[in-house]
């Protein structure tokens, strides 16, 4: 018999193990998993993770590993497991897996970086020249600051501005030296929170009842008080010596929500989003990997997090569309931290005010507890809403004339108004007047659907929001040479354009991805603002997150694009986004009122949101579900096919449906396979786009054919000419 091997996972597209020899001179133990690994790959080198370690599949030819980069293993027992169980229900290379789990520098094999925090300390030379430096320069009021004692980075930015100059020249003096402070030193006082009303008391109390894992779905409008609940379960869990992950989705995580954490919870909370450099991100997922830091709150891929002393996994807003990862492994957040927390023993909580369809099932068979909260909290009323019928009235930049005066009402009674529109830009698509040309992507059009290109900078510009392509407008028409081009439809820079010659009197603010690229950017925005009368208008960052305290208005503008979708989401995503805009109006002692435009003021969705409220929607909506066999009542997965030829990606999806048939065998449950088609959008970026559908009551049975299946659908020779990709649970089918 051989000698043991290491079982290695290598950040290759094939979804398998690699064996190794251990590095020269050692031998492989079962220590050793979850440690990573340098191994030669080719004539590459590559890092990856040992995740197993047996006998070789066949002893000949075994390569040798270079070196381990961690002393100790990098990925403990629960996450190892539960990111393997991703690569299983993914099908993903678990190499693949292993490494979208970990900050850039983790993965391309750096060490664990230091998780301290810097501080400034006097010397004992600067303690005695202190009284001869200049009084009143900065310099000697830094080191007044520090004669008490050592005073980290983050407190020197609060107290002193302008600190890093005069530190520096106190250390070119000998006078101050930075040294490295404990991270979990710096800890604010806990600042008590509202005493909790009684529903939120009832919320509370049953999260403290759960006793390892059980998932609990806390259902409230915006304004109810749920962030509260989050914060008491999180002191509880703190209370137990216990860490805590808080999910949110990207446009959640703002400066104002990370304030009202640490304020609150007298912890250091540690963020993780997009927008942190990879050095901090590491720090971050270090800290969190030593037990550090007990309070993680981070967007999608901070579900990743190591979680050595869990107690909690909170995940607000959980039917955001950002949990879901549209490319690379396609994970759903939510999903993963839900078998993370069976795993891991802990309660997760799921917070909404609009839950997912599959969420509200859950509860309804008794799988998730089902907690609401029935009121707003603090004295705030909920807003009114009316359908005002836009059929033959004439319309400005799409507004009615009683939109704008309601507008103007508000604005003089000294109110905010927020007006939504899911379009950015000035216009979705420009015509010639003369011949009917429209400008089109040239990179995601076909002869038989075309892609508009947006309108942007006031009528100069022309970006297509799929690809990204942009190009100048002509002058003229291409095809007939006439002048007579025309911004068609209405984008936000446009209803901003509008807003603002109409209120001239009043701040008119346009809040979409093209005026707040940065993160800080809104918050910035808004604190300009503040609470004096004025217009914001936006696409859906403005649908959640910020306290707009003095919004008396909200008119959303694009109703009717989402009433008549192929996607059988779209039902849900538009009731969603209207209740979630509606939680805008009405936070504060003000009444809201809530004005939705539309040319079908009798739809059936819109009624039955006024009506029954989001709970009567979800009602019809899960019914129909039933009725056409969707999820959550059947289960998906999406062959994604694109390449330079529309029938090379037709021929690579035909055969893997013949494999995923013939995979089945006479006794399997039967699987329905819908496609070869077009996809919805059938070209992008210069590439035909083909899907093949396949929909299963019985996941497992699913799984189970695509395990068969995929071995023989990689091998297969229209793959090489063709990018695909596979995605489990799909959310949007284009
Ligand atoms: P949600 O997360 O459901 O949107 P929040 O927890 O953010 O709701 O609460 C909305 C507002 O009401 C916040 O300003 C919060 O401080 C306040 N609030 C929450 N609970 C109470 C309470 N029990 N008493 C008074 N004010 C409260
Ligand atoms: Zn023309
Ligand atoms: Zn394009």
């Not at 806990?190 to 009684?198: E, M, R, S, V």
């Not at 910035?524 to 305290?549: C, F, M, N, S, Y």
């Amino acid at each position: 018999m051989s000698a043991a091997c290491l079982r290695v996972a290598l950040p290759v597209p094939l979804p398998r193990l690699f064996d190794y020899l251990p590095p020269d001179g050692q031998t492989a133990a079962a220590g050793d998993v979850g440690r990573r690994v340098r191994v030669p790959f080719g004539p590459r080198e590559l890092a990856g993770v040992v995740v197993a370690v047996g006998p070789p599949e066949t002893a000949a030819g075994l390569r040798r590993a270079l070196a381990f980069a961690d002393p100790a293993p990098l990925f403990h027992g629960e996450l190892l497991d539960s990111l393997l169980w991703l690569a299983r229900y993914t099908h993903a290379p678990p190499g693949e897996v292993l490494a979208t789990a970990l900050p850039a520098p983790l993965r391309a094999g750096e060490p664990l970086p230091d998780t301290h925090a810097w501080a400034w300390a006097l010397t004992e030379a600067g303690a005695t020249a202190l009284a001869g430096l200049r009084r009143g320069t900065r310099p000697r009021r830094l080191a007044e600051l520090l004669q008490a004692g050592p005073l980290d980075e983050d407190r020197l930015d609060r107290e002193l501005d302008g600190w890093r100059p005069a530190a520096r020249s106190l250390s070119r003096r000998r006078f101050a030296e930075r040294v490295a402070v404990p991270a979990i030193a710096q800890t604010p006082a806990a600042q008590p929170g509202p005493l909790p009303n009684p529903g939120q008391q009832a919320a509370i109390e049953a999260i403290a009842a759960v006793e390892g894992f059980a998932a609990v779905l806390l259902e409230g409008i915006t304004g109810s008080g749920k962030t509260e609940v989050y914060l008491h379960a999180i002191a509880q869990c703190l209370a137990r010596g216990r860490q805590a992950l808080v999910l949110v989705p990207e446009i959640g995580l703002t400066p104002q929500t990370l304030a009202r954490f640490r304020a609150r919870l007298g912890v250091p909370v540690h963020a993780l989003h997009s927008n942190l450099a990879d050095g901090e991100r590491a720090r971050v997922w270090a800290a969190a990997w030593s037990g550090q830091a007990r309070v993680i709150v981070g967007t999608r891929s901070a579900v990743f997090t190591p979680l050595p002393d869990a107690g909690l996994i909170v995940i607000d807003e959980e039917h955001d569309g950002s949990y879901k990862q549209q490319d690379g492994i396609r994970y759903h957040a939510r999903d993963f931290a839900l078998v993370r927390g069976k795993a891991l023993g802990v309660p997760v909580l799921l917070g909404s005010a609009t839950p997912s369809l599959e969420t509200l099932h859950n509860a309804g068979a008794g799988r998730y507890a089902h907690l609401r909260l029935r009121q707003r909290a603090g004295d705030a009323s909920p807003p009114q809403v009316r359908i005002l019928d836009v059929r033959k009235r004439p319309l400005q930049a799409g507004l009615a004339p009683e939109t704008l005066e309601t507008i103007g009402a508000a604005l003089r009674e000294g109110g905010q108004v927020l007006v939504f529109k899911n379009r950015r830009g000035y216009a979705p698509v420009l015509l010639c007047h003369d011949c009917g040309w429209s400008a089109q992507c040239p990179r995601c059009s076909t002869p038989l659907q075309g892609t508009p290109m947006t309108v942007h900078a006031g009528g100069g510009r022309l970006v297509c929001h799929h690809c990204g392509h942009r190009q100048a407008r002509p002058p003229a028409c291409p095809d007939c040479a006439s002048l007579a081009l025309q911004p068609q439809g209405i984008g936000t820079e446009r209803l901003e354009e509008l807003l603002a010659e109409r209120f001239a009197d009043w701040p008119v603010l346009r809040i979409d991805r093209g005026t707040t690229a940065r993160r800080d950017g809104l918050a910035r925005l808004l604190a300009e603002l503040g609470q004096k009368p004025g217009i914001l208008v936006g696409t859906q960052i403005l649908a959640k997150g910020h306290d707009l305290p003095n919004l008396t208005r909200v008119v959303v503008v694009g109703v009717d694009e989402g009433l008549f979708s192929t996607d059988f989401r779209a039902g849900e995503k538009l009731a969603q986004l209207l209740v979630q805009v509606a939680g805008r109006a009405g936070r504060a002692q003000r009444p809201g009122q809530v004005w939705w435009q539309t040319h079908h003021p009798d739809h059936p969705l819109l009624h039955a949101l006024i009506q029954g409220g989001y709970d009567g929607f979800a009602r019809d909506e899960l019914a129909l579900r039933q009725a056409a066999g969707f999820p959550p009542f059947a289960h998906l997965a999406l062959l994604r096919a694109e390449a330079q030829q529309a029938e090379a990606a037709g021929a690579f999806l035909q055969a893997a449906r013949d494999i995923l048939l013939e995979a089945g065998g006479p006794a399997a449950a039967p699987i329905d396979l819908h496609g070869p088609i077009t996809a919805p959008m059938a070209r992008r970026a210069g590439l035909y786009r083909m899907q093949l559908l396949l929909s299963c009551p019985h996941r497992p049975a699913l799984h189970a054919r695509l395990d068969a299946a995929l071995p023989a659908i990689h091998a297969l020779p229209q793959a090489r000419r063709t990018r695909w990709s596979l995605d489990v649970d799909p959310v949007d089918l284009y």
